[in-house]
């Protein structure tokens, strides 16, 4: 392992909490709604954090896979679904990427069409912010919000005094003095271990068709191929492969159903997060996931109370940050008026449509090469 391939220093702590706004509702509403073993589900969700960072080196983030959860949480099914749904995206992923298939997909889909998927989740992100966690306390919740927002204006590529570490105290001194409940805390406290859980046939035939295959467009889009195209941008100095990224992408979900994981996967947002706010080696994903590790092992009891501690309009500011640095991306092909006229296509396509990001990745896909066959032709 290199030298600085891996560090743990303020930068990377504070770049840790950029992808936190994306993951813990999700996580959280998962295990309420879907009867989740708390201790598995954090705890898991931890130790792919920490793989990915000593696999990687750099912040590859693992989220949530969105699709999943979004059909998880409003059609409330139960965790065996959800377990067979992550198994059944993990078999999927593994075939297409020993097959090469992953690869081929990769060379078919355009720049532009990435750039337009990334575009698209910056809107989402940006949107989610501003509409649902900025207003989640009221009044208290725009002032925190607001002085968040400076704080990270002020501060933001600040490398001697991070950002993030300054919003995320002042959410966490809120918490203190006005959310958490000390005794439940205490009382909740406790070891935990992750918990056995058995795939039947008839949870992995369901999570297939009611889980697995919504979630596949959006894994291709964004956590494969928009993801490496991020990796790219921000760390040109370690290439990475598709066929590396959908690998462990399956690995993951063939692993975290057995323990009671939720299904997870890789996300170009949540790269761009961990590093607007700082994160430049997998030293910050890592320090993420034991966060995780440590709510799972010994406050799993409790973590309902534990989590407030990160106010949602606190975790709004930093999604709204993560956004921005997605939509930001786009301007590497914004010297062509076709090529940011379909990055913008594509983005608002995936953004404001049901299944935004597939019908995005083909028509934008299409337009593409039918542009460039009639430029040929000219």
Same mark, same amino acid.
């Given at each position: 392992?290199?030298?600085?391939?891996?560090?743990?220093? %303020?930068?990377?702590?504070?770049?840790?909490?950029?992808?936190?706004?994306?993951?813990?509702?999700?996580?959280?509403?998962?295990?309420?709604?879907?009867?989740?073993?708390?201790?598995?589900?954090?705890?898991?969700?931890?130790?792919?954090?920490? @793989?990915?960072?000593?696999?990687?080196?750099?912040?590859?983030?693992?989220?949530?896979?969105?699709?999943?959860?979004?059909?998880?949480?409003?059609?409330?099914?139960?965790?065996?679904?959800?377990?067979?749904?992550?198994?059944?995206?993990?078999?999927?992923?593994?075939?297409?990427?020993?097959?090469?298939?992953?690869?081929?997909?990769?060379?078919?889909?355009?720049?532009?069409?990435?750039?337009?998927?990334?575009?698209?989740?910056?809107?989402?992100?940006?949107?989610?912010?501003?509409?649902?966690?900025?207003?989640?306390?009221?009044?208290?919740?725009?002032?925190?919000?607001?002085?968040?927002?400076?704080?990270?204006?002020?501060?933001?590529?600040?490398?001697? @005094?991070?950002?993030?570490?300054?919003?995320?105290?002042?959410?966490?001194?809120?918490?203190?003095?006005?959310?958490?409940?000390?005794?439940?805390?205490? %009382?909740?406290?406790?070891?935990?271990?992750?918990?056995?859980?058995?795939?039947?046939?008839?949870?992995?035939?369901?999570?297939?068709?009611?889980?697995?295959?919504?979630?596949?467009?959006?894994?291709?889009?964004?956590?494969?191929?928009?993801?490496?195209?991020?990796?790219?941008?921000?760390?040109?100095?370690?290439?990475?492969?598709?066929?590396?990224?959908?690998?462990?992408?399956?690995?993951?979900?063939?692993?975290?159903?057995?323990?009671?994981?939720?299904?997870?996967?890789?996300?170009?947002?949540?790269?761009?997060?961990?590093?607007?706010?700082?994160?430049?080696?997998?030293?910050?994903?890592?320090?993420?996931?034991?966060?995780?590790?440590?709510?799972?092992?010994?406050?799993?009891?409790?973590?309902?109370?534990?989590?407030?501690?990160?106010?949602?309009?606190?975790?709004?500011?930093?999604?709204?940050?993560?956004?921005?640095?997605?939509?930001?991306?786009? %301007?590497?092909?914004?010297?062509?008026?076709?090529?940011?006229?379909?990055?913008?296509?594509?983005?608002?396509?995936?953004?404001?449509?049901?299944?935004?990001?597939?019908?995005?990745?083909?028509?934008?896909?299409?337009?593409?090469?039918?542009?460039?066959?009639?430029?040929?032709?000219?």
């Amino acid at each position: 392992m290199r030298k600085g391939w891996i560090r743990f220093d %303020r930068n990377e702590l504070a770049g840790a909490f950029g992808d936190i706004g994306t993951d813990l509702p999700l996580v959280i509403a998962m295990i309420l709604v879907a009867g989740l073993d708390a201790a598995s589900a954090l705890i898991m969700f931890g130790v792919m954090q920490v @793989f990915t960072g000593l696999r990687y080196g750099i912040p590859m983030p693992v989220q949530p896979l969105k699709a999943m959860a979004a059909l998880v949480i409003a059609q409330k099914l139960s965790g065996g679904v959800l377990f067979g749904g992550g198994l059944a995206i993990g078999v999927i992923m593994l075939v297409l990427t020993v097959t090469g298939l992953i690869g081929w997909l990769a060379r078919v889909v355009p720049k532009t069409v990435v750039r337009g998927i990334q575009f698209g989740l910056g809107l989402q992100l940006a949107m989610l912010a501003v509409k649902d966690y900025v207003p989640a306390e009221g009044v208290t919740g725009y002032a925190l919000a607001a002085i968040g927002f400076v704080i990270t204006i002020v501060l933001l590529g600040n490398r001697r @005094f991070p950002a993030a570490l300054f919003v995320i105290a002042l959410g966490v001194v809120y918490a203190f003095v006005f959310k958490v409940d000390f005794g439940v805390v205490w %009382r909740g406290a406790g070891f935990h271990l992750p918990q056995l859980h058995v795939v039947t046939r008839q949870d992995l035939l369901t999570g297939l068709i009611v889980l697995a295959v919504p979630q596949i467009p959006l894994s291709l889009g964004n956590s494969i191929l928009a993801t490496r195209q991020v990796a790219e941008d921000f760390f040109p100095e370690r290439p990475l492969t598709i066929r590396q990224i959908s690998f462990t992408y399956s690995i993951m979900n063939l692993v975290n159903p057995w323990f009671g994981g939720i299904p997870t996967c890789h996300g170009s947002g949540g790269m761009a997060g961990h590093y607007m706010f700082g994160a430049r080696t997998g030293g910050s994903v890592i320090i993420y996931g034991c966060l995780y590790l440590t709510l799972g092992l010994f406050f799993s009891g409790c973590f309902a109370q534990l989590i407030q501690v990160f106010p949602k309009p606190i975790l709004g500011v930093m999604l709204a940050f993560e956004g921005l640095a997605m939509l930001l991306l786009v %301007r590497d092909i914004a010297g062509s008026k076709t090529d940011l006229f379909i990055a913008m296509l594509v983005g608002l396509m995936a953004a404001g449509l049901p299944y935004g990001y597939a019908i995005g990745l083909i028509v934008g896909t299409a337009l593409v090469y039918l542009w460039s066959d009639r430029q040929q032709a000219i």
